[in-house]
């Protein structure tokens, strides 16, 4: 279950949502089919047969929404304007909008997987991520697996606002186990070396227990904490470096995190 | 019926009328010169009007000089204001930690993707070399990484330091012969003189001036003299 803060628009108009899913990019977003979904990027639409339109971003605040609301704001107008014609619906787009208010924090819960939850064994995770290095190469399996621990980061940080690095280190820790990314440890290290955090994590999802590879493999782990830090102080002047890894012939893997000039 | 190339704005005067309407979009342009040419006045000119002219973040990626002094050296120079736009995050500038170039590409991708720059200048690639073993590793991030910039909505200029006085005398590297396009910053000596001048030398997909004009470093930053010839 996710909250999050949302903008919410009123057609003030029944809309006969069996009709609407018709049109190719809305699909119902729960089992029973009281809602329809537009995904514009990050942000989520949702649309309610009682004429209400909500768009938020899963788990995060109305600060992050209003950053991302632009950018959807070419999809929303188009659905809209499609439900009017189909159907025959007679209201002043412009107006709906310009009306538009924060809404209450919305609760939803759009789960389809009632008997899975969110539990996927670590060795498809594993599968899937060296397919990744044997298909697409190094440089972009990379690439890819630190963006999304990247994306991830800054979803999570903007929404936790932690006050200090410690609490930071201290949230990111508790995120990692629950997800069974891994179990981090926050090493007192050489501050010549790192100058921000010295971060061990043990049972990697992506590492532990594999062969020598001669790489460190942990990108979604080492995007995931420089897109954390990044967020905590604001700055994209911020280098993570993966120092050990199982991939590199260590039993934990290691990530020093150091601010630059910028 | 062949669609237009889109194109990019400098904001340079003089520059855009000799690309034809500007840089391609989505192109990765190399920008040469020797000591003193106006390198780095050129990228960060690109980046500052790219904001103030056209709204378009951008990012300066140094592999040598500090922001601060970036930002001493061309900003205040030209009464840019380099900092409230570094602070209001419309513009980063960057410095890759010493011979990473992972952290290149973090910071590369994560101010694209993340931070919806849209114009990106690479400072000095030359010095990219340093962060690999040998030439061929360096050869193999090069590709990719123009591969990457290549695949997003961003224009790049990628500075190099070549060193030559004429025209005559450019040594081309792996990097001329791989970007989209080159163009060339001469400091040449006529007269007792220190004249610096620009030419297009390569650009794919557009027309383009094949005329060496000179340019003044002016208050408002670098103006090409359209009407003299070299």
Redesign the interface.
Known sequence: MLKSEAMVYDLKHQLDLGKLSKLDYLDYADEEKTVLERRSDEVRIFFFSDGKITAFVEGQGFDYLKEKIASAAVDLVTAIEDIKRTLGLKFDTKEVLSLGSQGDIVDVDVSVRKTTKSSVDVSVLRNLHLALYDIAGD??A??VA??AG??KA?EFVSSIKPDSKDELIDVVAKRFKEEGIGILEKIEGDQKIAKDAVLRIHESAFAAGMPYVNRAVCNYIR?FL??AF?KFKNS??I???ETKCWGTGSTFCEFHV?S??? | MVKALEKVLTGIEGLDEMLNGGLPRKHNVLVMGGPGSGKTMFGMQYLYNGFIKHGQKG?YLSLEE???RLIQDTGQAFGWNLKEL?ENQDL??????KF?F??L???M???I???NVKRIVIDPLSLMHMCFKNETEFR??LF?MLE?LGQQDVTTLLIAERSFSERGGIEFGLEEFITDGVIVLYNFTRKNERIRALEILKMRGTDHSKNIYPFHITPEGIVLLQEELL
């Open positions: 440089f972009q990379e690439r630190s963006q990247e994306l800054r995007g420089r897109g990044v994209e002047a280098s993570v470096n150091m630059l000039g910028g | 990012a500090t922001p601060e570094v980063f500038i960057l410095k890759m930690e990473n992972q952290n590409m973090d910071m991708q994560s101010t993707l993340q931070q193999v991030g990719n990457f």
